[in-house]
């Protein structure tokens, strides 16, 4: 998520929050498990989250394959 301005500020246990803020100032913040292979549902989980801040456009690329 570097590539759309997100940093790593914080990780409990095996999650990761990430959050980057706009240029009007609001914070964005998504939690995501640090996993080297993750569940299906749960990379739907985490695409329906960030497609609250992330165009899903741009976003689908790195979920799916044609």
């Known amino acids: 998520m570097r590539g759309f301005g997100f940093e790593v500020i ?3 246990g095996s999650h990761m929050k990430l959050q980057r803020t706009t240029p009007g100032g609001d914070r964005e913040t998504l939690t995501v498990p ?4 993750l569940d299906t549902g749960t990379c739907r989980a985490i695409l ?11 976003l689908a690329p790195l979920f799916y394959s044609d």
């Open 48 to 58: 329906r989250q960030a497609t609250k801040y992330v165009p899903l456009a741009q």
């Open 34 to 37: 640090d996993h080297r292979e």
């Open 10 to 12: 914080s990780r409990r």
